[in-house]
């Protein structure tokens, strides 16, 4: 089905956000309409998991991990599904993937989230 393009993703400290976007301009509009929209991702050495889903009627569903800093939409006229994360934690870091359509897959957008650092002190 070819691969969707994708954007947004990068480093990021913990605590911080980003938005990743994912066009879908290559898929006929009721194709597009008529089957959900999700993101997943894949963290080394793990399965993909699903992060977030909307279905038809627009209604949404996160995995526990993500709920309530997690927010995916999407802009009909743009044929663009978004994911916007907050709160970003270490275990967030993965590769992200959009799917929409049928069976249409995003290239894939790699997010990694850095800790905010300890301090050590040495003293003799």
């Known amino acids: 089905q070819g691969q969707l393009p994708q954007s947004g993703g990068g480093l990021v400290q913990a605590g911080g956000s980003l938005t990743l976007s994912c066009t879908a301009s290559?898929?006929?509009?009721?194709?597009?309409?008529?089957?959900?929209v999700a993101w997943y991702r894949q963290a080394p050495g793990k399965e993909r998991e699903l992060v977030a889903i909307?279905?038809?009627?627009?209604?949404?569903n996160y995995a526990d991990d993500v709920k309530g800093r997690f927010t995916i939409s999407k802009d009909n006229a743009k044929k663009k599904v978004y994911l916007q994360m907050n709160n970003l934690k270490l275990e967030d870091t993965a590769v992200y993937y959009c799917?929409?359509?049928?069976?249409?897959w995003g290239q894939g957008t790699q997010v990694t989230v850095w800790g905010q650092g300890t301090q050590v002190t040495v003293s003799s």
């Open positions: 799917k929409a359509g049928s069976d249409y």
């Open positions: 290559r898929i006929i509009t009721s194709v597009l309409n008529s089957n959900p």
């Open positions: 909307m279905t038809v009627l627009g209604s949404t």
